[in-house]
């Protein structure tokens, strides 16, 4: 592997501050979505190993929780110094095993890295209350203090951000950490942690467990010491995680499928609606959560907003993500582009119209083409469920109630966007729409400094902001009788 901090690339977890095999020694190779050849290994780890990994956090606890505010933002800042110092070894690493352009990966390592700026200094202003009394001779004060043992499982396609959102917040407020990543993007995960280790953050703090999801999850949702779990992944896997965590009453955090609409009225400003969808439809080859995944466009602007967004597509270049340029890199692996198929076959097969791509990439492998599809029928599958890959379709509509009742006709509600310029239609929309984060004239909703997160079958709670801490804060009521 070609960085320039070669110590980076770790194939081992990291338990108790100590990098470590699975006890049985056994291992799964990582591959590059790119050529699918092997990039390396992780250990194979499972329930004991995990039990460990719970115990080193649950023995880091005491002494983690009473530093100062300060003084674990001290060390937080120092992580997130380091984070963007690695920055291109960290981007080249996750265009190696996730495909995503290079480009797009050191953007991620930013937008990784802001999570634990921003949560260091947010674990300054983790204010208490204080509460005019019920009696005259008593007093009320009201404090937060850290959960506890928490636990993070995340997902291949933002292989650092998923990690640093759980794992700022949660560290900053004081709870210890033992996070599982994705099998298929196991390095990034694992060179955070390198980095977390030598900014000074306590063993036991961080711990990164790999190998598999079922006996890890299990384990985390069973054991009595995770006082809590966090998620992000599919709704498949969080409902599962939630039902496992309801016997031991564990708080729950989760970040789930999305199913995004993209509503284009006829107001719009047509250039900026083509930008926004193209930069929501195809970043990361339309593998987030908050990807679009139904363009909605009017009658009256559907032909010019359709034949604009088609020469967009067309021009969007598919290739290896280390190469100069590339914008659209493979899809993760054949189960990814198998959706994407299912979804172009389904949508043609009722009637729908191809007008660009709609099949695998000449380069092979996981490549495929970015898709535009017109005229797509309501009640396509591509209507209700995430497609996860570089599929547009454009549906139909004449007026805005209908826009807006098929735009929440959907077990979903992570991230919606429309494009209108009437003010009191924008009100309106935005109001009306079942979503927990709407973009209005814009494609690109994510920041650290905003509340992430969904409604409905997309979720609990919010990730980011000022809001992000709490989900890793429990309130205790004082109450001093004089
Ligand atoms: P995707 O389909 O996008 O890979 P998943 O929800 O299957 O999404 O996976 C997201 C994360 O959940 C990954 O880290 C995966 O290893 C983990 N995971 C999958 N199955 C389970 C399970 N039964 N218990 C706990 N974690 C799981």
Known sequence: MQLDDTTLFRQQAFVDGQWLDADSGATLEVLNPASNDALGTVPRMGAEETRRAVAAAERALPAWRSLTAKERAQKLRRWYELIMMHQDDLGRLMTLEQGKPLAEAKGEITYAASFIEWFAEEAKRVYGDTIPAHQGDKRIIVIKQPIGVCAAITPWNFPAAMITRKAGPALAAGCTLVVKPASQTPFSALALAELADRAGIPKGVLNVITGSAGDIGNELTANPAVRKISFTGSTEIGARLMAQSAPGIKKVSLELGGNAPFIVFDDADLDEAV?????????????????????????????????????????????????????????????????????????????AELALGGKAHSLGGSYFEPTVLVNVPHDAKVAKEETFGPLAPLFRFSDEAEAIALANDTEFGLASYFYARDLSRVFRVAEALEYGMVGINTGLISTEVAPFGGVKSSGLGREGSKYGIDDYLEMKYLCLGL
């Open 275 to 351: 930008k926004g969808a193209l930069a929501s439809k195809y970043r990361n080859a339309g593998q987030t959560c908050v990807c679009v995944n139904r363009i909605y466009v009017q009658d009256g602007v559907y032909d010019a907003f359709a034949e604009k967004f088609k020469a967009a597509v067309a021009g969007l270049q598919v290739g290896n993500g280390l190469d100069d340029g590339v914008e659209i890199g493979p899809l993760i692996d054949d189960r990814a582009t198998g959706k994407v198929r299912e979804h172009i076959d389904d949508a043609l097969s009722r009637g």
